[in-house]
Structures are given as C-alpha cells and as structure tokens.
C-alpha cells in the first residue's frame, strides 16, 4: 500500500530541546516536502526535497532542518524549537511536483501535532 | 509571487443541495496546475480534483467538479449532492509547470446541516 509514515503523530515538548519528527514514503517518489498547518493560514511550506541530497528552502524555512540521505526518508529537525513551532505538521511525497498526467499527486502523511512549551 | 486566495473562511450546506467554494490565484505563467484538497477531521489530507491549466474542459470527479476560469484566474469546486462526510476543510493549491513550490489557499471550512 502506497503510504506516507509520520512519527511520532503527537508530540509535546519544551523550548530549546531538539526534536525530528520523521517521515518515510515507500513508492520511490523523488519529491518530499515538509509544511506546517496553523489557523487562518493554512499550509505553508517549509522545505522541499527534489531527490537525494538536494533540499531547498520552502516559505517558512526558519528554526528548521532537513535531510534527505536516503530517497525514502526526509526527517524534520528542530534544533532549539520555540513555542511559535507549535503547529501540525504534514509530509509529503510525489513524483515531482509539476508532471502532467496521474503522477503529479502529492501524498500526505497523517500529521504530527506538535506543542512546544 | 503566486498567490492562492480563498475568500471563505467558512460555509454552510444542507444536505443534498449544491456547494460552490471559491479559488483565486495569481501567477505570471501559463502552465501550472490547480489542485482542491480535502481535509476532514481525521486531518488527513486527501486530494479532491486536479486540474492542468492547459486543459480547457472543467475536471470532474463523481460529485465533485470544478470552475476553472484562466483568463480570471479562478478555480472554484463544486460540489453537488453534498453529503455529511463532505463536511472537511477545503484547500485549493497550485504548482506552475516550472515551479518546485506548492502554494495552498488559508482553507474553507465546510459545514454540512443536516
């Protein structure tokens, strides 16, 4: 079964301890993305993968990290997170974001709330 | 930049009539793709519709179809028949043909009355 895996789905944490929320695609999709979900902003994108090694910064890329060391897997890494990093965060995985025709679907994960105190 | 508007925050249906949610969008490009997603309250997203910009027939799917308007930039979906497991929040999304960006709306909270 085609799947996006989120973990952990709940996460409550205090400032300045660094956390990865992980995520991992098993249908070889070069694309990955990492975006948060707030109230009355919906979603916004935080970083991007193309393929292995290659990452970029999406919108709202500040007090994150990411890797990409491995095609299946794109961990999102808080360093030091604040309590402005309490949001629900998705993953994502596609073939690419901009092919035509049935590969250009993205597939989320199930989320990960998240709550910094 | 592109930019995705959705200009209502919530909306409300009855059961069985039609719903329309509205999506604008801003782009300086040709070729791009618009996308309606689902969210219900599991939070999952799901993908509703997509829809190629250079493809002038309207996509559907089942109940679901959509507005799409280029020369005004909007995509708004239509939902017909509307059924209680339609009640989600609704975001509209868009990628241009050359980006490696998704840009969502803020969303449009469906509420479905009984």
């Known amino acids: 079964e085609a799947q996006v895996t989120q973990n952990p789905r709940y996460l409550i944490t205090v400032t300045g301890k660094k956390l990865t929320v992980t995520c991992s695609q098993n249908m070889n999709h070069e694309y990955m993305s990492w975006y948060r979900q707030d109230p009355g902003l919906g979603l916004r994108q935080i970083y991007y993968?193309?393929?292995?090694?290659?990452?970029d910064k999406g919108d709202v890329p500040e007090g994150y990290k990411v890797s990409r060391k491995e095609k299946r897997n794109f961990p999102l890494i808080l360093e030091s997170p604040s309590p402005n990093q309490t949001s629900l965060y998705f993953c994502a995985s596609s073939l690419t974001p901009h092919l035509a025709g049935a590969q250009n679907i993205q597939y989320f994960g199930a989320g990960t709330r998240l709550s910094v105190l | 930049a592109q930019t995705v508007t959705q200009s209502q925050p919530e909306m409300s249906v009855q059961e069985a009539e039609t719903v329309t949610l509205s999506c604008t969008y801003d782009t300086s490009e040709s070729d791009y793709y618009l996308f309606w997603y689902k969210q219900p309250p599991s939070r999952q997203m799901i993908l509703v519709i997509r829809q190629e910009a250079y493809k002038q027939q309207n996509a559907t799917e089942n109940r679901f179809s959509v507005n799409f308007q280029k020369a005004a930039k909007s995509f708004s979906l239509k939902i017909s028949d509307s059924q209680l497991g339609d009640a989600a929040m609704y975001f509209c999304a868009y990628v241009g043909d050359r980006d490696d960006k998704i840009i969502f709306g803020k969303g449009t909270r469906l509420h479905i009355l009984p």
């Open positions: 993968s193309m393929n292995v090694e290659v990452t």
